[in-house]
């Protein structure tokens, strides 16, 4: 019996199967206890899956190891998995980060990621230590798990073998990686000597993609004797903004209440519901009056508002005004919410598979215009693998393509991280303009990265376990832990005095988009739990998808250039 389960966990090609159930076994129980253990939180904060990576060292240092071309294979698959789950998550929104304020919150995380490379560029020359172990120390002070995946993969392009220190420098620095980022959080808190209630108050005014996107109603009373008996599709070029009229109350009579549409005539003294943004509203409300109070759910009962999802496979690509809703059912599309954020419904807007609209219009009316939306949840369950795979195909073929660039002596390939989050980025956005069908649940999306996140940590912790201590203990590896503190914290001390002395953010945006810019989920959660407002996460989305995309970028050119 003992013979048995040893044969099982060092693996015996006569034994159950031969290698693969061995195999099988040794990943299993890596990502089981990694996962366990990932649930202990200790002062609030939890290394999550990260627990893996040191879980799968620990098997590795105990000889519990698999075949060495099967755990290659089974680390890139992972890592595909993963990077392209990411790229099809923040793909809608990489494009759009860098409008308006977004521009310059995505400017203070390029300079996190600037500083944090050139760090490692300096300690590399004044320490003499390889540069593959600098982007392990890099990659694991940033919390960027990609970057060490694109790291790997451009040694073995270059050098047709393995490093196996990056994954044992990425393991030694990732611990005050995430410690660090949240102690320097708390650090600037009082360096800036933040006035809490009043940062609060501001966050709500602060500039950026979350701001952009955020859609609000507002009641405004008509007050311009300049709009006196104009059609809506006669006032609406004359405002410069991105807006909808969703009902009318004639006179502020709380008995007339109808649904706007374009040929809806206005009259000095009506109050319309306005959709837009935060941003917009002010140039609006000025143009047509005033604000003001209006409980609109109470004025007309013959008028509901009704979500309706949209799952029909050929509303995907198409323009808002082409379903003709309001001129066909009397209904109107006041707002569209797409994964969770609300967008204006204006004409052009082209709908995509899962997106939430809001319906207002009389009972009848809205049940002729779900029929023609879809409105069935079953249709949302079903998987599309097309796009995944068919991406995931397009991805590998991108990132084994060489590009050469003047000056750098190796042509640079995206590599198995890179091409696949470039093309799901782009799938994800522009595929439904070609009828692509890129929908998938969140759950859907959050299954197969964490599946694919598990499987790359678990076969990189294996494939350093094996000389992880004696590297630790007699080859100075301790020193890394104090090299991966620097990366970590001047970066953030750095990019935060420019944030807020220059740009003159707001604090709570401000340690979100750092946390942002260090693609550390513990420090959003940190950030959170500061505050009821939503400025630290708005700020974390608005950088992440262009950080992630850098991280996995300059890890590959450093070892390009420096190995």
């Not at 392990?136 to 970057?147: D, E, F, H, I, Y």
């Not at 007309?300 to 379903?323: A, D, H, Q, Y």
Request: with cysteine; aromatic share 8%.
């Amino acid at each position: 019996m003992i013979d048995f389960l040893m044969n099982m966990f060092e693996g015996n090609p006569a034994q159950w199967g031969g290698g693969v159930a061995h195999s099988v076994l040794v990943l299993s129980l890596v990502i089981g206890f990694g996962v366990m253990l990932g649930k202990i939180k200790i002062a609030g904060v939890s290394f999550g899956v990260t627990w893996i990576l040191f879980v799968g060292i620990l098997f590795g240092h105990m000889g519990f190891n698999i075949n060495e071309h099967l755990l290659h294979f089974v680390k890139e698959f992972g890592l595909i998995l993963f990077v392209y789950s990411v790229g099809l998550q923040v793909g809608p929104g990489f494009f759009s980060a860098f409008r308006k304020g977004g521009l310059s919150l995505n400017m203070v995380a390029v300079t996190v990621v600037a500083v944090g490379v050139l760090l490692t560029i300096a300690l590399h020359f004044a320490t003499g230590l390889p540069i593959t172990t600098m982007v392990g120390v890099l990659s694991g002070a940033v919390t960027n798990t990609p970057g060490l995946g694109a790291a790997q993969q451009a040694v073995g392009d270059i050098t047709d073998g393995s490093a196996p220190e990056i994954a044992m420098a990425y393991a030694v620095a990732y611990p005050l990686g995430v410690i660090g980022c949240i102690l320097s959080l708390l650090l600037m808190r009082y360096l800036f000597r933040v006035d809490v209630p009043v940062e609060e108050k501001n966050a709500g005014c602060v500039g950026g993609a979350g701001e952009e996107q955020a859609v609000r109603p507002f009641s405004i009373a008509i007050r311009n004797v300049a709009i006196e008996g104009k059609k809506l599709s006669e006032i609406e070029p004359l405002l410069h903004s991105r807006f909808v009229v969703s009902r009318i109350c004639e006179g502020g009579d709380c008995e007339k209440v109808r649904p706007a549409a374009a040929d809806s005539v206005l009259h000095v003294g009506d109050r319309v519901l306005v959709i837009t943004t935060p941003a917009d509203a002010e140039s609006i409300i000025m143009f047509l009056g005033e604000q003001c109070e209006m409980n609109w759910e109470g004025t007309e009962k013959r008028l509901i508002s009704r979500r309706v999802l949209i799952t029909k496979p050929e509303l995907n690509g198409k323009m808002l005004s082409s379903l003709k809703i309001r001129n066909n059912f009397g209904v109107n599309i006041t707002r569209v919410n797409r994964s969770g954020v609300d967008l204006i419904a204006n004409p052009h807007l082209r709908l995509q598979m899962g997106d939430r609209v809001t319906l207002v219009g009389s009972e009848l009316s809205i049940a002729h215009a779900e029929k023609v939306l879809g409105n069935s949840l079953k249709r949302l369950d079903h998987p599309n693998l097309i796009p995944i795979f068919i991406g995931i195909a397009l991805g590998c073929l991108l990132g084994s393509i060489p590009f050469a660039f003047p000056g750098i002596p190796q042509p640079v390939k995206l590599g198995l991280a890179g091409g696949p989050l470039i093309v799901a980025i782009l799938v994800s956005r522009f595929g439904p303009n070609y009828k692509l069908v890129t929908y998938t649940t969140m759950s859907a999306n959050l299954m197969i990265r964490e599946i694919g996140i598990s499987l790359f940590l678990a076969c990189v912790g294996l494939g350093a376990g094996e000389g992880f201590v004696d590297t630790i203990v007699n080859d100075g590896g301790y020193v890394w832990v104090g090299y991966g503190v620097l990366i970590t914290v001047v970066p953030l001390l750095v990019a935060g005095l420019v944030a807020r002395k220059v740009f003159k953010l707001n604090y709570f945006t401000l340690i979100g988009v750092l946390s942002g810019s260090m693609t550390n989920p513990p420090a959003l959660a940190y950030s959170n739990e500061q505050t009821g407002c939503d400025a630290p996460s708005v700020g974390y989305a608005t950088v992440y998808p262009l950080t992630m995309f850098l991280r996995v970028l300059t890890a590959q050119l450093l070892i390009i250039f420096f190995v």
